[in-house]
T-cell receptor
Framework: KAGVTQTPRYLIKTRGQQVTLSCSPI?????VSWYQQTPGQGLQFLFE???????NKGNFPGRFSGRQFSNSRSEMNVSTLELGDSALYLC?????????????FGPGTRLTVL | QKEVEQNSGPLSVPEGAIASLNCTYS??????FFWYRQYSGKSPELIMS????GDKEDGRFTAQLNKASQYVSLLIRDSQPSDSATYLC???????????FGTGTSLTVIP
C-alpha cells in the first residue's frame, strides 16, 4: 500500500508571498492532519480534516488554512509568509475513527522563507 | 504546562545496552499513546502504540504505560547504532483525532 505523499518536497519563498502544500493520504484514510516542525518548538499541530471538514484546530494564526477534497487529499495554505514560517511541514493520515487511531506521516515539505 | 513533556537529552548509551526514554502527559483522560522515531532530515515513523496500562513488547522495543502517573516510557533492548535518532512521544487527546507531540529525546548509540 502506498504511503502518505507530499508535494512539493522543497520550497523557497520570500516574505509576503503565499504558498500551497499538498498531501495525499494512504488509501482508505479519511483523516489528514498537518503539523509544523521547527528545531525550537518541535512538532506543533496545525489542524485536522475529516470528510472535507476541519474537525480540530491548533493555535496558529489565520494565515494558516487548509482544505480537504472528496478524495481525502488535503492542501494547506500559508498567506503573507513570515521568516518564522520556515519549517518542515508534515502531514499525517489515519482512518479518523474516534479513539485508538494511528497516524502515519508523509516525507514532509521543507519551506524556506527568505 | 505542555501537554506532552520529554527530556530532550541527548541520551547516549553503548551498543548492546538498554535505552530508556520517558514521557509525561497532562491530559488525564488521554487514551492513546504512541512512540515515533525520527532520523535526521526524515519524517517520523511509528514504532509502537499503547492503549492499556502495563507493558507492550514488539521485538527489541517495550512500551510501558502508567495512566495513574500519566507516564509512558519506551525501552530499547540491545541498542544498535541504527537506533540513533530522535524519539517522539505522542498522545491522542480525549477529544479524539488530535495528537500532541513531545519535543523528542535525542538518542545516540555508541558502537
Amino acid at each position: 500500500k502506498a504511503g502518505v505523499t507530499q508535494t512539493p518536497r522543497y520550497l523557497i519563498k520570500t516574505r509576503g508571498q503565499q504558498v500551497t502544500l499538498s498531501c495525499s493520504p494512504i488509501s482508505g484514510h479519511r483523516s489528514v492532519s498537518w503539523y509544523q516542525q521547527t528545531p525550537g518548538q518541535g512538532l506543533q499541530f496545525l489542524f485536522e480534516y475529516f470528510s472535507e471538514t476541519q474537525r480540530n484546530k491548533g493555535n496558529f494564526p489565520g494565515r494558516f488554512s487548509g482544505r480537504q477534497f472528496s478524495n481525502s487529499r488535503s492542501e494547506m495554505n500559508v498567506s503573507t509568509l513570515e521568516l518564522g514560517d520556515s519549517a518542515l511541514y508534515l502531514c499525517a493520515s489515519s482512518f479518523g475513527g474516534r479513539g485508538a487511531d494511528t497516524q502515519y506521516f508523509g516525507p514532509g515539505t521543507r519551506l524556506t522563507v527568505l | 504546562q505542555k501537554e506532552v513533556e520529554q527530556n530532550s537529552g541527548p541520551l547516549s548509551v553503548p551498543e548492546g545496552a538498554i535505552a530508556s526514554l520517558n514521557c509525561t502527559y497532562s491530559d488525564r483522560v488521554s487514551q492513546s499513546f504512541f512512540w515515533y522515531r525520527q532520523y535526521s532530515g526524515k519524517s517520523p515513523e511509528l514504532i509502537m502504540s499503547i492503549y492499556s496500562n502495563g507493558d507492550k513488547e514488539d521485538g527489541r522495543f517495550t512500551a510501558q504505560l502508567n495512566k495513574a502517573s500519566q507516564y509512558v516510557s519506551l525501552l530499547i533492548r540491545d541498542s544498535q547504532p541504527s537506533d540513533s535518532a530522535t524519539y517522539l512521544c505522542a498522545v491522542e487527546l480525549n477529544t479524539g483525532n488530535q495528537f500532541y507531540f513531545g519535543t523528542g529525546t535525542s538518542l545516540t548509540v555508541i558502537p
